[in-house]
């Protein structure tokens, strides 16, 4: 979003972690700030050296460290990347229980570090339960060795749960152990067109119900996101006719015949009842991939035309969507939003993982504008405030959200959390000016 | 086990939060020692006032707040009873993520406090990824209120996740928020006997795979537990031969057709690969419970005699029964099992949830015993050291495990834990005596 700008002068880039440690001692003991770095990929600031700190690339420590076929318990260094690890683990019969776009560059310790959610949250659940242990480097160059590989461990407080969606201010992770599932041998994609988020969320609810244990992903998408696909990318939209909504759906399973036949069943299910009005079923992988192509290429195409204010929001399911209604409506009556070049908004989609009622909204804009800006903020931050959802679902705080946490967590809560930096960092040379 | 005696001369039964707050301000201005209690079924004396501490029961606060049934997320009272709360859900169509032995009266609070594991962890995962949200009393009085029902909140460090395993040593927890799955039409218990464990680790592979999305419990025996079941409470085998070891394993899953045909083609292969010996397949609601009864008949069984050394470990699977090998050898080798009254142990037994790679390991005694004391313990922690185990998998440190978490974490690691006592308990009023 060229929203923040690196000025470091020096990177690091450590190839063990006896090296993160002499390299964080050293920096504790001179004050100097240092910035944790993982792929790059992250959309709130989090990774970029905004001042003069230093970069701590954690690149070079790649290896994947061992991997147990009989548990699915994999150990990895923090700088693997996740699509290398899925991959390996793909011929092990096994599959990283996370997925997101940025899948080939994002580094796993940067996944951890800023609790990523994606894809497969839905099916596998979050970082929380499936990391089994870290490895990380205070700030005075302690080793932090809890890098278990048992699935139970009930002896004291699980320290490392503050290390997930730390986000580099606590101390940097080194190395991984996580549970990743079976892979599923059967997976089947399909995509609806339907008349309105009412009906979205009753399909949400049937799938739940009739797909339930091989449903693993249920994904939603707006009219004006898919038309920005379609206008961006050349390409034949899979269904006939337009509609407000799609959904996109995904199950995996053990057994092919089985999840054809619950698939089926569904489909009927939600064609006689009225719930959805089209649909369309991937064949082969090809088309699995093409029907994807129009959840995931959203995120890109809505930069097409200059500037994306991107807002990534928990909001309880019911009024997810509305908030992509208010955000519209507020922009066009201030007569922001149209087709000439005079508009500075081209449009306002709503997308995200319906099942984790998560909801991304971007607003598309021809170049940034302080009148959107603050026709937006705080704006979006008290709408989510008003409905308990949170200013940030799975991106972090970083350096965007930092002013903003308040609008989710109350003041004991950021009191107890400024204690948990106050513990771990007496000196704040941990990617300052961020987070909490 | 009758291994500790609660001597406390006040308990206090609080019928809110701010009851509870109170309470705790008022005992941490007056440095009085409390101890939170739940249902009162933990294992290792972590709910028992060893000295003079004040009992905080939670048994009054025992309301279910709200359950959403889209996203299945529930808000309940920390006295809540377990059974309560599922058989709520079950009305709803839902399940509580966590089942154990003791749900007729342990509590949820006590359960998050403790992290308890139990049957469904194979299944649905640990409460660090299935708790969204906590409410808890800091010993000064504070409420922090982490009640969130978002299944994605990137806001901060997730300080909640400290009370999930905390034992009631740095807060009470007053409410909690929980992520509960639909519950499944179908489900399907099968009992098997098996030649050695190298084959019950071949059937935990097979169904895995086999089995995969459906599969919820794979549960492991030895014939000496199954033997003392049998003895104790006068019932006919479920398989007419006996075999060294017995796996018991359960699916749930949304389509009865789908479930059956899977197990069938998953019995077949392991028969007639010769992995499984023999085996029975529960056909209705009676049977399983009966199946069940045979898995969790154990823990009772074992204590007929007058006493049991219980070990609740984490060990590697390969190694997983090693270790009752070893410790019978150990114990019959100094004499000290045999089927007369001279002889203080019956017999040394091992069971546990294998999925879990968590071996419960228990000395059916006829008396407690100094002998069989000194050659149980530190030997059984040395050698979970040895494998880097856990000494305590699901039932926490308490008091009974308190002076063995060195086995299991490093001194790095109970430092970084008596920070965290520290910074949240700095009179040391919350549980004393135990824990870290």
Redesign the interface.
């Known amino acids: 979003m060229r929203k923040y700008k690196g000025c470091s002068k020096l990177v690091v880039k450590p190839g063990s972690t006896q090296d993160v440690s002499k390299v964080l001692r050293y920096c504790n003991e001179n004050s100097l700030a240092v910035v944790p770095q993982g792929g790059n990929s992250g959309l709130v600031g989090g990774s970029v050296p905004v001042y003069d700190e230093i970069v701590i690339s954690m690149s070079r420590m790649n290896r994947i460290r061992s991997f147990d076929?009989?548990?699915?318990i994999m150990v990895v260094d923090a700088g693997c990347i996740l699509e290398v690890a899925d991959k390996f683990l793909a011929e092990k019969?096994h599959i990283f229980p996370l997925d997101l776009g940025a899948k080939g560059s994002c580094q796993i310790g940067g996944n951890v570090a800023?609790?990523a959610?994606g894809l497969r949250?839905l099916r596998y659940?979050?970082l929380?339960?499936?990391v089994l242990g870290i490895e990380a480097v205070l700030p005075d160059g302690?080793?932090?060795?809890?890098l278990?590989?048992?699935?139970?461990?009930?002896?004291?407080?699980?320290?490392k749960?503050?290390f997930?969606?730390?986000e580099g201010t606590?101390g940097i992770i080194t190395g991984v152990s996580i549970l990743c599932p079976?892979r599923?041998k059967a997976r089947n994609v399909a995509l609806f067109g339907l008349e309105s988020f009412e009906k979205a969320?009753q399909a949400?609810?049937v799938a739940?119900?009739?797909?339930?244990?091989?449903l693993s992903a249920f994904e939603l998408m707006d009219e004006q996101g898919q038309s920005m696909v379609e206008f961006v990318n050349q390409r034949t939209r899979p269904l006939d006719s337009r509609y407000p909504f799609y959904c996109l759906i995904e199950t995996?399973?053990?057994?092919p015949e089985?999840d054809s036949?619950?698939l089926e069943a569904f489909l009927e299910h939600v064609m006689s009842e009225d719930i959805v009005s089209d649909g369309v079923l991937a064949q082969d992988e090809t088309q699995m991939q093409s029907l994807w192509s129009w959840r995931e290429g959203i995120s890109e195409c809505v930069g097409h035309w200059g500037g994306v204010y991107k807002y990534d929001l928990?909001i309880?399911?019911?009024e997810l969507y509305n908030l992509v209604e208010d955000t519209r409506e507020r922009l066009t009556s201030a007569g922001l939003v149209g087709d000439g070049d005079t508009f500075p908004v081209v449009g306002v989609v709503g997308f995200g993982h319906m099942g984790?009622?998560?909801l991304h909204l971007n607003v598309a804009t021809r170049r940034y504008d302080k009148e959107v800006e603050q026709l937006l903020e705080p704006f979006v931050y008290e709408w989510i405030a008003g409905r308990?959802?949170?200013?940030?679902?799975?991106?972090?705080?970083g350096l965007a959200?930092k002013a903003y946490?308040g609008y989710?967590?109350?003041d004991?809560?950021?009191r107890?959390?400024q204690?948990?930096?106050t513990?771990y960092d007496p000196n704040g040379i941990m990617n300052p000016y961020k987070?909490?």
Do not use: C, W
């Open positions: 076929g009989t548990s699915g019969n800023t609790n959610g949250l659940g979050s929380h339960g499936n302690t080793v932090m060795d809890d278990s590989t048992l699935r139970k461990n009930n002896t004291g407080y699980d320290i749960q503050l997930i969606g730390g606590i079976q599923s969320q949400f609810r739940k119900s009739q797909l339930a244990e091989i995996s399973g053990s057994n089985h036949e619950k928990s309880p399911l019911p984790d009622s998560n308990n959802g949170s200013v940030s679902a799975e991106h972090g705080l959200k946490v989710s967590r109350s004991t809560m950021i107890l959390m204690q948990i930096k513990l987070y909490i």
